[in-house]
């Protein structure tokens, strides 16, 4: 796993990877894969996640993303308990049983807080789309308790009025830019000013997120194009829902739409709540 402090980059580890290997599947199954990566980041809450009654991201902190796991495709039932109960024992805080991963989607699964600050999950399908050479793409996700927000590229606004929990893309010569979010409309900046690098013939994906209450910040990850599987540069955003039943956008990633989504590397149409 991955994690970023404010605007910083950080290594991380593949535990989350290992973890998967006791949920088991046969080998007919495990040659038909998808790539997952998940971000957590409603502050203040660390959990643990479970899959198929096993421990599969222990002590999960916000601010951490994990690195991209790769799934058998197949059903999972998924549970999130606050971090460290004993064996998952109690009423998780979020729970789905028979969440379908089809075979060959690239994507993220966002917990995240709304825009009126209520936790939700947000699964964004991951643009893996060749990138003509010199280039890199942009992607910009908001998944922060805010409103719409401008995303300004060297003091210019190049993505206007992004709301929660929409995202906009760009395809732009690679490079470092300095970079910035600011109340949509106005110049009062949330987040940022952050230099970040656009790599060539990859997608790089910056998520805002947080609260008022417990500061704004940027996270990044980097996937690469021409249909490769992404690799985990730090970033982080979360939450948690009620134990209502899994919120529709996550639904969505169980269903065939997705793996349409994936070919198509085009966004997961999500819920607003």
Same mark, same amino acid.
């Given at each position: ?12 580890? /593949? &535990? ?18 998808? /790539? ?9 809450? !660390? ?16 601010? /951490? ?6 799934? #058998? ?8 308990? #606050? ?8 009423t998780p805080l979020l729970s789905a049983n028979g969440v379908a991963v089809p ?15 209520? #936790? ?15 280039? &890199? ?22 993505? !206007? ?15 470092t830019v300095s970079a910035d979010v600011v109340v949509a409309g106005t110049g ?14 990859? /997608? ?44 529709? #956008? ?24």
């Amino acid at each position: 796993m991955t994690r970023t402090r404010s605007l910083g980059l950080a290594a991380g580890a /593949t &535990g989350a990877v290992s973890a998967l290997l006791v949920l088991g599947a046969s080998p007919a199954v495990a040659a038909d894969t998808a /790539t997952v990566s998940v971000l957590h980041a409603v502050p203040n809450t !660390p959990v643990d996640v479970y899959a198929n009654g096993e421990r599969l991201i222990d002590d999960f902190q916000p601010g /951490t993303l994990t690195d991209p796991l790769e799934l #058998p495709a197949g059903d999972y039932d998924l549970a999130i308990f #606050p971090a460290d109960a004993p064996d998952g024992s109690g009423t998780p805080l979020l729970s789905a049983n028979g969440v379908a991963v089809p075979a060959g989607a690239n994507a993220t699964v966002v917990a995240h807080l709304t825009a009126e600050g209520q #936790p939700a999950l947000t699964p964004f399908v991951n643009d893996t789309s060749a990138v003509a050479a010199g280039e &890199g793409r942009v992607t910009v996700r908001h998944t922060a308790a805010a409103p719409a927000v401008d995303v300004r590229a060297g003091g210019q606004v190049v993505v !206007p009025g992004l709301t929660n929990p929409n995202e906009a893309s760009l395809t732009v010569p690679a490079g470092t830019v300095s970079a910035d979010v600011v109340v949509a409309g106005t110049g009062t900046v949330a987040i940022g000013p952050a230099d970040l690098t656009l790599q060539e013939g990859a /997608t790089t994906i910056v998520y805002a997120w947080g609260s008022a209450e417990a500061g704004y910040e940027l996270a990044v990850q980097t996937v690469a194009a021409g249909h490769s599987a992404p690799s985990g540069v730090p970033g982080g955003t979360g939450g948690l829902v009620e134990d209502d039943g899994f919120p529709a #956008p996550l639904a969505a990633l169980s269903l065939a739409g997705l793996a349409l989504a994936g070919i198509s590397a085009r966004r997961l149409a999500t819920s607003r709540s």
